[in-house]
């Protein structure tokens, strides 16, 4: 079995796990040394002693009644979980006390396992005894030692139909070391008992730890390195395991499994025939085992945390070292199965074990296809063409009539009913007894693969293209358009011709034109190609491996990868062998029953985590979700409860009231901003590893009031006194309005010129201030040289700064040689770690164009704090400024290939400086439009990425009215 360790993306608190389950909602609980963790996919919750399990450790967890969870812990309590909130059990105390009192002298006696009576009496196996206590009140009553059993009996099973438990009698045994390794069981049913002796099979004392399942009638029971088996006619069959057995989980559509100490798990599909089984974690303790609502099995182990298999029926063999690698070729041919994947080496099976032997020890043989013909193997190498005798070893190489030895390579055999045929790397080949020699044309390109139709027309797979050759008229045909290599030609069952290529995806022979045919996910490298029973074709690609039914007249493909339980998404060659599918990988080859379904067919449920207004309130969905209009920022956090990792699981949400459609989330979080006041229905669905979408999607209704100006009652009041004042005053105020509008124009353009020269003020202390941080910082670090040129330069710039202040506009000559002054002293403060490109359109009179003072300085001081500083070395940092004139419209770009806004905004909260500049800036472009009654004067700011989407910067383009000195 395929399994990949998980414990990173769980958060584990610890490697040593104890226990698995999944509760009936589908979140995985997971014990550890540590504590409990509860998980779903995006979401775990660690239980420790910060929140009641001051012990962390926990042995044994079941969820009951529905939608509760109970412990069994380290230090022997009994706790219970109901919405994330944990309590203990108040018979707890109880049980504490009876286990201290009644363990053996010097020892602490541990319970490890709860069985649960329909009435809801519980039955409590430790170390050391078993006891029940009453649902009803909680009185403890021991169940060992009893009188009416041989006191020899170590363990008595009661099977009771729908609830089977044991009872141990006799715990003495386990340290006696003078037993025989020996025990005495009984088996009772009713009126009806059983007594067996069993003996173990190693000279140990037996494991304390006894466990019990059941599966359609059966029982289960566990004794050390012993599964013993009991149907309801109390017929008994023993199975040994080379260790001792830590864990037995069964399920009736998924089996039984059996975890053993440092030996790995072992999965019997039928449980009738113990016989036959699958294994896997080899080396490692298996503590507990669970096959989840998905399929997906989980393994927890004391060892290295949890594993898990996306498909338990895959089978890997990364032990197995001809199997561990890619291989060379792979293939099944009259009832065998052979590949390769070393020098020299053949790999085959027998009786379900792989064997491998060396065929011929050349330094170079890299195997590359071997074919049965008249009852005998041939096999193919890059150096030379042999026989294989009964064994499968080399009995002779074919004489090579036209060639030196060593000096002949093929890529693939194939026949005729009367001949065997060999593609060379130019040429196909005849194989006569001992005899080889070229028949038709020399290839157009080199070969790769060959379907021999008849000795007369052979298909030819080239790095160019599909050719057909007629090998008596020597005649060469190219099939279709396509150019790149055909990797595999397969003849269908029912006379088709499909072929497979390394760039251009699958075709299809039909009066000889080659028709694609369209594959799941646009996979065009293909490798291989076989075909199954019922029309139905795999294919293999460095994207997945594919399934195409052809039973119909339109062709449907899926395709699988890693979240079906696949060991990898590149795949290779690909065989068919008593009803398995056999893949190659360059992780090795891996193998799976061609009756598996790896369609993930169970929908994944999603639940409400929590809900957020305005990021700082939590609701609960139980309340009457009703906002003010201000409470229109609202996030949705969603469980997310899905274990098959693939590409199309998601959250589909639609917002009614806001959208038309569902869209696609990929997060566990939805979120909605600036909603308008109304009534919504946020309905929330899920979608799986396969595109399998829930049939019970969330509804969510809420409703954002409108403010008090919205309401029908306020606008109606407003109405009528609008109306009554209007016409009072309409009147008397008629001659007037005409100069009341001039004047009123006239001082707005008073006030705005008033507030352009404050904001300009504003602006150059601002500046100079930011100018003498960098000279203070010279100072400080001791640089007196470059803090005397930063000081010349400075005191240039402030001279330039006080002639300017006065204006209201300057010369774009005075402000570039402003700007270029002051980048170049923040090229001085930060080491010259930027570039400045300034470009100015030759057709520009700078000493005719007049602008603002200082109205671009600002935007080159924030790209160069704000976008170029934060780079940190991740390249070379580029400050751009191009100036043109379009029409009789200024365009200023300014450009930096900083980290961009997102990430600068999160450098913002933690930093002192801030970018006043900006936002007075943005407040005299306001003064300036209406001052000079302007409308086109604009400002964009633009984030600039990559093609993977990842931040290259910030571009700011200033569009300004030309103005003329």
């Not at 906002?627 to 949705?636: A, D, L, R």
């Not at 009614?656 to 109304?678: A, H, I, T």
Request: proline share 2%.
């Amino acid at each position: 079995m395929y399994f990949t360790n998980i414990s990173n993306t769980l958060n584990l608190p610890s490697q040593e796990c104890y226990n698995v389950i999944q509760d009936s909602k589908g979140y995985i609980w997971i014990c550890t040394e540590n504590g409990l963790v509860k998980y779903s996919k995006g979401y775990s919750r660690l239980f420790d002693k910060k929140n009641g399990l001051y012990e962390n450790a926990v042995y044994f967890i079941s969820e009951y009644p529905q939608g509760e969870i109970q412990l069994f812990t380290s230090n022997n309590r009994i706790l219970s979980i109901k919405n994330d909130s944990l309590r203990e059990l108040p018979y707890t105390r109880k049980v504490q006390d009876y286990l201290r009192k009644n363990s053996n002298a010097n020892t602490f006696d541990l319970g490890y396992l709860i069985s649960r009576k329909r009435n809801g009496d519980l039955v409590i196996n430790s170390q050391q005894r078993t006891f029940l206590i009453s649902n009803e009140t909680g009185n403890i009553v021991d169940l060992t030692k009893n009188k009416n059993v041989d006191p020899q009996t170590y363990i008595v099973l009661f099977k009771d139909n729908a609830f089977d438990y044991f009872v141990k009698n006799n715990t003495g045994v386990l340290f006696d070391v003078n037993n025989n390794n020996r025990f005495h069981l009984i088996i009772s049913k009713g009126p009806n008992s059983k007594e067996l002796l069993v003996e173990l099979d190693e000279e140990t004392r037996m494991d304390w730890r006894t466990r019990i399942c059941n599966i359609n009638g059966n029982t289960f029971l566990t004794i050390h390195n012993k599964l013993i088996q009991a149907d309801e006619q109390l017929n008994v069959k023993i199975t040994s395991f080379p260790s001792v057995i830590t864990c037995i989980y069964a399920n009736k559509d998924h089996g039984l499994w059996v975890g053993t100490s440092s030996n790995g798990v072992y999965h019997y599909n039928d449980i009738t025939n113990l016989n036959e089984y699958t294994h896997g974690l080899s080396g490692l303790t298996i503590s507990s085992v669970l096959v989840d609502k998905e399929g997906g099995a989980w393994c927890a182990t004391t060892e290295k945390g949890i594993y898990y298999s996306a498909n338990y029926n895959v089978t890997y063999y990364p032990e197995v070292k001809a199997l561990n690698k890619k291989t060379t070729f792979m293939k099944s041919d009259a009832g065998n199965l052979f590949l390769s994947t070393e020098i020299d080496k053949l790999t085959y099976l027998e009786k379900n074990q792989f064997k491998s032997t060396e065929i011929l020890n050349t330094g170079n043989g890299e195997i590359t296809d071997i074919c049965r013909f008249k009852n005998q193997y041939f096999i193919a190498n890059k150096g030379y063409l042999g026989v294989l005798d009964k064994d499968f070893k080399l009995k002779q190489v074919i004489l090579k009539t036209f060639f030196p030895p060593g000096n002949l390579t093929t890529y693939q055999l194939d026949t005729s009913v009367t001949s065997l045929y060999a593609l060379g790397v130019g040429l196909i080949y005849r194989i006569n007894g001992s005899e080889i020699k070229p028949v038709g044309p020399s290839l157009p390109s080199k070969g790769r693969c060959m379907k021999v139709m008849n000795d007369t027309i052979v298909y030819v797979g080239c790095n160019d293209g599909l050719y057909k050759i007629n090998l008596l008229s020597i005649d060469v045909k190219k099939i279709g358009e396509v150019s790149t290599p055909v990797t595999k030609i397969l003849l269908s069952n029912s006379g088709k011709i499909y072929f497979t290529t390394k760039g251009e995806g699958l075709f299809k022979l039909i009066d000889e034109k080659a028709i694609a045919v369209p594959l799941d996910g646009d996979a065009t490298v293909l490798n291989d190609i076989v075909e199954a029973k019922n029309n139905l074709l795999w294919i293999s690609s460095n994207n997945g491996l594919i399934a195409l039914s052809t039973d119909v007249e339109k062709t449907n493909s899926r395709r699988y990868n890693t979240s079906a339980g696949l060991v990898s998404n590149n795949i290779g060659h690909l065989a068919i062998h008593n009803n398995y599918l056999y893949i190659s990988s360059p992780d090795g080859v891996f193998r799976f029953p061609l009756e598996t379904d790896l369609v993930n067919h169970t929908p994944s449920k999603v639940y409400l985590n929590e809900i957020r207004v305005n990021d700082s309130i939590s609701i609960s969905a139980d309340y009457d979700l009703e906002f003010e209009y201000w409470q229109n920022s609202i996030t949705f956090s969603f469980d997310l409860i899905n274990f098959k990792q693939g590409n199309k699981e998601c959250l589909l949400y639609q917002l009614k009231g806001r959208d038309s459609d569902f869209q696609k989330n990929y997060s566990n979080v939805v979120v909605f901003e600036n909603l308008s006041p109304n009534t919504y229905e946020l309905v929330v669905n899920s979608m799986n590893s396969d595109g399998v979408i829930g049939s019970e999607p969330l509804r969510f209704k809420f409703r954002i009031l409108p403010p008090f100006w919205q309401t029908w009652w306020f606008v109606f009041l407003l109405v009528i006194v609008s109306l009554l004042i209007i016409f009072m005053t309409v009147k008397m105020y008629i001659d007037t309005i005409r100069r009341s509008e001039e004047e009123k124009t006239r001082v707005n353009k008073l006030i705005s010129e008033s507030q352009l020269s404050a904001l300009q003020a504003q602006m150059n202390p601002h500046f100079i201030f930011n100018a003498i941080n960098s000279i203070q910082n010279y100072i400080l670090e001791k640089k007196e040289d470059d803090a005397y040129d930063y000081l010349v330069k400075f005191s240039k710039l402030v001279r330039l700064v006080l002639n300017n202040s006065r204006e209201k506009e300057i010369s774009l000559h005075a402000e570039l040689e402003m700007l270029q002054l002051y980048v170049s002293l923040e090229q001085l403060r930060f080491d010259k770690s930027f570039e400045f490109i300034l470009q100015v359109s030759d057709d520009l009179n700078l000493f005719e164009i007049e602008i603002p003072t200082m109205l671009i300085q600002p935007y080159v001081e924030n790209a160069i704090w704000h976008g170029l500083m934060n780079l940190n070395g991740e390249r070379q940092a580029v400050l751009k400024i191009d100036i043109s004139q379009e029409d009789n419209i200024l365009r200023i770009d300014i450009q930096d290939n900083g980290i961009g806004r997102a990430r600068s905004n999160a450098f913002k909260r933690d930093s002192l400086h801030h970018s006043v500049g900006m936002q007075l800036t943005e407040k005299r472009i306001e003064m300036i439009n209406t001052i000079w009654n302007l409308k086109n004067v604009q400002v964009s700011i633009t984030d600039l990425y990559d093609e993977q989407q990842e931040s290259m910067g910030t571009k700011v383009e200033l569009f300004l009215s030309v103005l003329t000195s």
